[in-house]
């Protein structure tokens, strides 16, 4: 005997290797094309649009860059079709749940640049409103005799389901008379029972080939207070149950959720099939999609490993910038717009597969180099010293905000005797292919004028600390003598005098090996020692009214954006987003 894919092999092939980049489309626009979900109208007679989708997230957690692939998909493709997608807390579980994490989970979909809003009604559910028609179902299914209370413990229900080779057994309880189920689920709902006494399951088939079939367990007593409705019940419903009812409820026409749930489709179908034949709802009902979730390289995306990263301080917090939470990425510097463009691009499929961290980076330098204004930062910093310039003498030099649109503007900042260099910019030997600064040779100072090198201070143990050069007046970018000096190397430089002193991090990849958790792997062994440093670095002084979020290119470095949390009117404290090329070796 098989494990089912009850809906057939073939149609996830056919699904699988759709020409679209996105699956689901397909699925949508034949849909549409047939007219299966046109013409519908809610219970208040309002019409519904041909597309209903949801976003369910569990509130016991925050979001990350899984979730924003499932957010892109959902609310993209009500969006794509005119149609509506609703943000739903599945908050039928009992504990765990805080206000916390539905707080982040609405701001986090509002950032990425969604919203919950149709025709001017707002469409933000709690699954745990639910609850009394989940029951009222309930009890509809165990009088049409669908369902009954079982009262085998827990180890003979477990040993009694059978296996993948194996049938299951029907239960000794399964023909009790409906009354009497219909009694116990009364007195369950009462409280009259402990935890586990027992439970109340559909009456499907034992012997189905699929184990979700095998008279799935549909309510469990739990004396658990609840966030929402406090101690009203003791009786929960099951997730495979509630989920679909949830979407029926709220006329979801595509119920798109990860290929983990494929197997549990049938059971899905079963319930509202079940719940329509009672007049709960009307055809045409919901229908689940799975697709391919997103497995990132360089990072965990499980609940779990990520609040354990956070309870063992192995990372500042749930944004820090280092996370591939949402509110992680977000302090990072992504912006909604590259997150968006990644899921794009990654597509939607059937199959499972890896995505290198290194697309994630590319959509957000893709994103970022059009938008962000540049800047001149000197991380590691060396002083240089124009002997030939006059101590007091400040030049301004002029600078396009961005290369490739002039109408952004300029920015200026001056030029002075002492200026902060990179240190890996002077070579006292230089090596073969060096252009840049070492003695006898001229570079340009990008914006300002060639000079040429004639030596460097050392201190005691040889280190060096200081280079000379001297500068020639009629050089200056921008003017006409300029286009007489030809040199090969361009470097960056901020006046000493002027700059602003800034703390900068320096943020890499949080983990070293391409897949940190792989095959039960400990992912704390995997973990990159070099993925945060924190130096003070000399900026150009315009740096200084750098707002929070604000992204800027550093000239030669890469992206950089003004911490969020950090930085303070006048202060700034810079994130490295990303650097200008991938070092990874990846695409
Ligand atoms: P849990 O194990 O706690 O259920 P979860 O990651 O599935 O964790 P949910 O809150 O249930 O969390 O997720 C909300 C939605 O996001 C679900 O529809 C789920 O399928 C989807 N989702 C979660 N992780 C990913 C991922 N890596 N790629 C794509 N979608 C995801
Ligand atoms: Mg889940």
Redesign the pocket.
């Known amino acids: 005997m098989s494990n089912a894919k009850p809906n057939g092999n073939k149609a996830a092939a056919a699904e699988a290797n759709a020409p679209s980049s996105n699956f689901l489309k397909g699925l949508i626009e034949a849909d549409l094309a047939s007219g299966k979900y046109t013409n519908r109208t809610d219970h208040l007679g309002h019409p519904l649009p041909p597309v209903v989708t949801r976003?369910?997230?569990?509130p016991?957690?925050y979001l990350?860059?899984?979730?924003a692939?499932?957010i892109c998909?959902?609310f993209g493709l009500a969006r794509d079709f005119g149609g509506r997608c609703h943000m739903r807390f599945?908050d039928t579980n009992p504990t765990k749940e805080e206000q916390e994490y539905v707080d982040t989970i609405l701001d986090s979909v509002k950032w990425l640049g969604f919203g919950w809003t149709h025709d001017g009604r707002e469409h933000l559910y709690y699954a745990s409103n639910y609850f009394d028609k989940f029951y009222e179902i309930a009890e509809y299914l165990i009088s049409a005799g669908h369902a009954y209370v079982d009262s085998q413990s827990a180890e003979d229900m477990a040993k009694n389901r059978g296996n993948f080779g194996e049938p299951g057994k029907n239960s000794p309880f399964r023909d009790r008379p409906t009354a009497e189920s219909l009694d116990l689920f009364r007195r369950m709902k009462a409280g009259e029972f402990k935890d586990g006494e027992h439970i109340l399951r559909a009456k499907i088939d034992m012997a189905s080939p699929n184990m979700n079939m095998r008279d799935p367990a549909i309510y469990r007593i739990r004396h658990a207070h609840h966030h929402n409705t406090g101690d009203k019940w003791c009786i929960y419903p099951m997730y495979d149950y509630a989920h679909p009812l949830e979407d029926a409820i709220e006329y979801v026409s595509h119920s798109?959720?990860?290929l983990e749930?494929q197997d549990h489709r049938p059971f899905y179908d079963w319930v509202l099939e079940r719940a329509a034949e009672g007049g709960f709802f009307k055809h045409p009902l919901p229908q689940q999609i799975e697709?391919a979730?997103?497995?990132l390289t360089y990072a965990v995306?499980?609940?779990?490993k990520l609040l354990q990263m956070v309870e063992e301080k192995i990372v500042d917090g749930w944004d820090d910038p280092r996370m591939p939470t949402i509110v992680g990425l977000r302090r990072r510097g992504f912006t909604p717009e590259s997150i968006q463009l990644f899921c794009e691009r990654i597509g939607v499929s059937k199959a499972d597969s890896w995505i290198d961290m290194g697309v994630l980076e590319g959509a957000l330098r893709d994103d970022l180099d059009e938008k962000a204004p540049r800047g001149v930062a000197v991380l590691r910093p060396l002083k240089l010293i124009i002997d030939n310039f006059p101590d007091e003498l400040s030049v301004e030099c002029t600078a396009p905000v961005h290369p490739h649109f002039p109408e952004r503007g300029h920015r200026t900042f001056p030029i002075t005797k002492e200026l902060w260099i990179e240190e890996e910019d002077f070579m006292e030997v230089p090596s073969k292919g060096y252009f840049r600064l070492f003695p006898g040779n001229k570079v340009r100072l990008r914006y300002g004028y060639v000079v040429e090198c004639t030596g460097c201070d050392k201190d005691e143990n040889g280190k060096v600390i200081a280079v000379h050069c001297n500068y020639f007046p009629d050089s200056k970018s921008g003017t006409e003598g300029s286009a007489n000096y030809k040199v090969k190397g361009n470097i960056h430089w901020v006046s000493s005098t002027h700059a602003l002193e800034a703390e900068v991090r320096l943020y890499d990849r949080l983990f070293a090996d391409p897949n940190p958790d792989a095959g039960g792997k400990d992912f704390k062994q995997a973990l990159n020692p070099n993925a945060k440093e924190v130096i003070t670095a000399y900026l150009e002084q315009g740096m200084k009214a750098a707002l929070p979020d604000e992204k800027f290119q550093f000239e030669r470095h890469g992206y950089f954006v003004a911490d969020r949390v950090d930085s303070t009117p006048g202060k700034p404290v810079f994130n490295r987003v990303v650097t200008l090329k991938d070092s990874w070796g990846s695409k």
């Open positions: 976003f369910p997230p569990e016991n957690g990350h860059i899984g979730h692939k499932a998909v959902d599945d798109l959720c990860t749930f697709f979730r997103l497995n995306t499980s609940k779990r």
